[in-house]
């Protein structure tokens, strides 16, 4: 064993959210600097010392909207890492990685029937393994599942952290709709996850992607990025954005059938307006995350012979092919990325939540 030191330093969330019963009003969890016991690895383990940790949509769930957690506060959240092992297999020891958000257990029937990325026996640091998350120097986890960074070239390898959840789980939605060359693809919500949809579809040889959403600056960006046409959707109806879809179908010469779209939003009114535009043997695949209820008329998907259908994370056995996107520049990465140190963690919580930055937050430990 190499560099493997004597305590995990780490930010623990070490009160859960709260929840008055008469008010309904929220308390956020409580985020603490601590030290943790460097666990004995176990077989088919290994430690990797953290080189940056992502914060994700999901980790302000956990924080701030009360989502549970499988494991109960006290416990370190983040699950989008990269870093180098340092302890435990000796052919993994010195090797850049990125560690996978879901970590199927591999035995089970959906694990050998294809579907391991929604095995329910999946680790996912943060949630699941324990005390142990992203947002420490070093984290223990199994090495089968590692993704090696071969050659990242000038990427910083704290930056590769976002490959670990937002840059492949569009690539599981893409495998789950069977993205094509030549589909008709519409992404709802270019921000965050959905920023790399667009470009996914893109590399994937998408004929046409279309992107909407309410920021134009967004919009703009994702024009440079593999969006051949955008529809701002502030105070519009579905039906107005109906009608601009229409009008581009129209001079383009393609059909209102057969479009996939990807709701990547998780905002109500963006699941209404991906059902709205479902049409004839269309796909909607559902990644965005929200609590809210949507109402619609299930006997829609007969009439059209459509599909309604939810996505999760992404296989690790996907993870080399999404780096290569990003190392080979299919995927415009460093644009999307912006770092901080792990000690501004409060503030960075604070302010994602407050507003979702188009820059995904990557924190790099700096105990």
Request: hydrophobic letters at 35%; a negative charge.
């Amino acid at each position: 064993m190499t560099n493997v030191p004597d305590k995990i330093q780490t930010w623990q969330m070490v009160q859960p959210t709260a929840k008055d019963r008469e008010s309904g009003e929220i308390t956020p969890g409580k985020l603490e600097r601590t030290e943790i016991d460097v666990p004995e690895l176990k077989q088919g383990e290994v430690l990797v010392e953290v080189a940056g940790c992502g914060v994700c949509h999901t980790d302000l769930g956990y924080f701030y909207q009360g989502v549970p957690t499988v494991n109960k506060p006290p416990l370190t959240l983040g699950h989008e890492i990269s870093g180098t092992v340092v302890a435990g297999d000796e052919k993994w020891i010195g090797k850049e990685v990125i560690i996978p958000a879901v970590m199927p257990c591999r035995q089970c029937y959906l694990c050998k029937t294809g579907r391991g990325n929604r095995c329910l026996a999946q680790k996912m640091p943060g949630n699941s393994m324990g005390i142990y998350g992203g947002f420490s120097s070093h984290i223990p986890v199994p090495a089968i599942d590692l993704c090696e960074v071969k050659d990242r070239g000038d990427i910083p390898l704290s930056n590769l952290a976002v490959v670990a959840d937002a840059a492949t789980t569009p690539y599981q939605a893409a495998k789950r709709a069977d993205v094509q060359v030549g589909d008709n693809t519409i992404v709802i919500g270019v921000g965050g996850v959905g920023q790399y949809m667009v470009q996914i579809l893109k590399a994937l040889g998408a004929d046409n992607v279309i992107g909407i959403d309410i920021n134009q600056e967004r919009l703009d960006t994702m024009l440079n990025n593999g969006a051949d046409f955008v529809i701002n959707s502030m105070g519009k109806s579905s039906r107005d954005i109906s009608g601009e879809l229409k009008a581009y179908r129209k001079e383009k010469g393609l059909p209102n059938y057969g479009w996939k779209i990807f709701e990547s939003s998780g905002t109500k009114p963006g699941q209404e307006l991906g059902l709205a535009l479902l049409s004839f043997t269309g796909k909607m695949m559902v990644i965005g995350y929200g609590p809210q209820k949507v109402e619609y008329s299930i006997s829609r998907l007969m009439a059209f012979d459509a599909e309604l259908i939810g996505t999760w994370g992404c296989l690790p056995e996907y993870y080399p092919s999404v780096l290569s996107m990003v190392t080979s520049g299919k995927i415009n990465f460093q644009e999307f990325v912006q770092t901080r140190p792990m000690s501004t963690i409060a503030e960075a919580f604070a302010e994602a939540h407050k507003q979702s930055p188009d820059k995904r937050i990557v924190l790099i430990p700096d105990f």
